[in-house]
């Protein structure tokens, strides 16, 4: 039998309570004191099954995380994008295709996919396979090959966030 958490419940109860107050869309005394208790109740009986399920990822922790994984992604995509209008507009910049490879640290495999998937929507990169902890990644600009420099240049800092968000 697992011990009760209090931290466990009480962010179960909170997240409950938030999305309570979301769908009333009231903040009329009586709503609120109702999904207070009615969120109370569900968080009592419900916390072991989804605390560690999806819902620490709404720990004030992970939560800061998420926002400077977003604020390095869009930082990354501006560049990339730049970069890539800059290749279509002068034809006489070089671009050397090809496929690197690198290995992720990353252990979950959602976290593996949330990588993969950024890699992707940067342009410029374009994630083709991935076995285990192998990316196989088609970059539009090869500048090396070496799978350490590989993932530096595309990955590196999207998983230092990636692993504190999902791995720890």
Same mark, same amino acid.
């Given at each position: 039998?697992?011990t009760?958490?209090?931290k466990?419940f009480?962010?179960?109860?909170i997240i409950?309570?938030v999305v309570?107050?979301?769908f ?7 709503e609120v004191l109702t999904g207070?208790?009615v969120?109370l109740?569900?968080a009592y009986?419900?916390?072991k099954?989804y605390s560690?399920?999806?819902l620490n ?9 998420t ?12 560049v990339?994008?730049f970069d890539v209008?800059?290749r279509?507009?002068? %034809?006489?910049?070089p671009?050397?295709?090809g496929?690197?490879k @690198?290995e992720?640290? +990353?252990q979950s495999? *959602?976290?593996k996919?949330?990588l993969a ?8 990169t374009?994630t083709v396979?991935m076995?285990e ?5 088609h970059?539009?600009?090869?500048t090396t090959?070496? %799978? ?9 800092d @999207?998983?230092?966030? +990636?692993?504190?968000? *999902?791995d720890?």
């Open positions: 039998m697992q009760f958490s209090v466990d009480f962010y179960s109860w409950l309570f309570w107050l979301g009333t869309a009231t903040l009329d005394i009586y207070l208790l969120s109740v569900i009986y419900t916390y099954n560690h399920k999806g990822i709404l720990m004030p922790n992970k939560i800061f995380y926002l400077k994984y977003l604020l390095v992604f869009l930082r990354a995509l501006v990339a994008n209008a800059r279509v507009v002068s %034809p006489k910049l671009i050397n295709p496929i690197v @690198f992720s640290q +990353l495999d *959602f976290a996919m949330v998937n950024s890699i992707t929507l940067t342009p410029g374009l396979d076995v902890n192998t990316f196989y990644i970059w539009i600009d090869v090959t070496d %799978p350490g420099e590989a993932f530096t240049a595309i990955a590196k @999207f998983e230092e966030i +990636l692993i504190k968000i *999902f720890k």
